[in-house]
């Protein structure tokens, strides 16, 4: 994209050239990384790959989140029975610590993905069908499977809608009621994309 060659090139003349970048930091722009109006420019086929990416994204993120909340719940868990001591337990919590930032990285990736595909869905028409299975991520929907919500009455509790929605299976994964997700982009037409190169 053309836009992302000058943006590319603005960034270089900014860039304090003491400092090397790490290939990760380095800015990709994709379509909806850029701004609006040169958004609405891009050709659709990328449009249409970076929502697969997006989408691809977002059930990775989900996945990454659930085993992060089964990993804090398990050392919860274990801290409550087996832990004893000062330093035992300034263990256990500094661990709890890291597996918390993990859960607050997965979810921030994931409505980042989401955000991108509300975008990208936008400027392609794509029904809005795909909302119903990756929801907004709300901060009371971050919880393990078997911590109650603040509605929830003794003895009934209701999962979050992270651990009912359908997502990719692994062949070693134990989530038996998760199915795989469904690319909403079907009803696309393929396009002839000889003219945009």
Partial sequence: MPIAARQR???DQLADEDVEVPAYDIALYLPSQLPAQSRKRCPPKLLE????????EAYESLDELRQHLRLRSYEWNYKKRHTVGQSAQTRAQNLIARVESKVNASASKYT????AMSDLGTLLHIQ???QRTLRRLQKEDIRHLSEANDGDTEGRRTPSWIWMTEGVICEDSDDLGLQ???SYLSHIPVL???HFL
């Fill in 9 to 11: 090139a603005l960034d």
């Fill in 49 to 56: 790959y970076e929502f697969r990416l997006r989408e691809a």
């Fill in 112 to 115: 980042d993905a989401r955000n």
């Fill in 128 to 130: 809005p069908t795909w």
């Fill in 180 to 182: 795989e997700g469904t």
């Fill in 192 to 194: 002839n994309t000889d």
